[in-house]
């Protein structure tokens, strides 16, 4: 079975500091997708930042990085500089062997003042 | 439109009604997607059209869900005699063809009472 999986529940983070969150994924096939998306308590689902698998560089988008390592299949995000807006949960999804987005269960971060 | 409409955003119900969930996809985009997100879960894959065809309704829970598209555009989500345990945020996303490019709606909340 193709899958995401996301093992922080909950990541508490100071402003202007940075923040990494976990994700694996599972599969066989050798082209797929790696995304991340962000939902506030309004609850719409916010596209962060895209990784295909035969990209060779690190996905980046402002302040998102994402640190993918092929061969661990890990696909992590990092927020850097981290600002009171950014307080909400954070989802890794994958395209992984057909066209449907599967999704890890989620991180949310809690950024402190 | 410029974005993914979904309609409506809230809907209370008796036990047993009848409901039918509309999303409104950004114009061109040929693939539809709608998932299903618990409270504080992540996000369950319910089906997929690619136009008018829905090539994987592996996700529907029940033959008490079922979905359309027409005109290669708007899709509807019907739940006939609902239970409690149907009460979720419904999301819907879009894509400009399969696998690239997903846009979330705002989502439907269905609380069955």
């Known amino acids: 079975a193709q899958k995401i999986t996301q093992t922080q529940p909950g990541m508490f983070v100071q402003e202007k500091e940075a923040v990494t969150l976990d994700c694996t994924y599972d599969?066989?096939?050798?082209?797929?997708?790696l995304f991340w998306y962000k939902q506030p308590s309004s609850g719409e689902m916010i596209f962060l930042i895209y990784q295909g698998s035969y990209d060779e560089q690190n996905a980046t988008e402002g302040r998102y990085s994402l640190n993918f390592q092929k061969a661990r299949k890990s696909a992590n995000l990092v927020i850097s500089a981290s600002q009171l807006g950014d307080s909400a949960m954070y989802f890794c999804a994958g395209r992984l062997n057909d066209y449907k987005l599967s999704f890890g269960a989620g991180t949310t971060v809690t950024v402190r003042a | 439109g410029a974005g993914v409409s979904q309609s409506p955003s809230n809907k209370v119900t008796e036990k047993g009604k009848d409901v039918e969930l509309r999303c409104d996809p950004i114009?061109?985009?040929?693939?539809l997607y709608w998932y299903r997100q618990s409270l504080g879960q992540g996000l369950e894959f319910l089906i997929y059209?690619?136009?008018?065809?829905?090539?994987?309704k592996s996700g529907l829970p029940s033959d008490r869900f079922s979905a359309e598209r027409t005109g290669g555009s708007v899709s509807t989500l019907t739940i006939q005699r609902t239970q409690q345990e149907d009460s979720a945020v419904y999301l819907c996303?879009?894509?400009?063809?399969?696998?690239?490019?997903?846009?979330f709606g705002s989502g439907t909340r269905l609380t069955v009472v």
């Open positions: 599969t066989s096939d050798q082209s797929y997708g």
């Open positions: 996303a879009s894509s400009l063809d399969l696998g690239i490019g997903y846009t």
């Open positions: 059209f690619q136009g008018n065809s829905a090539p994987d």
């Open positions: 114009s061109g985009h040929t693939a």
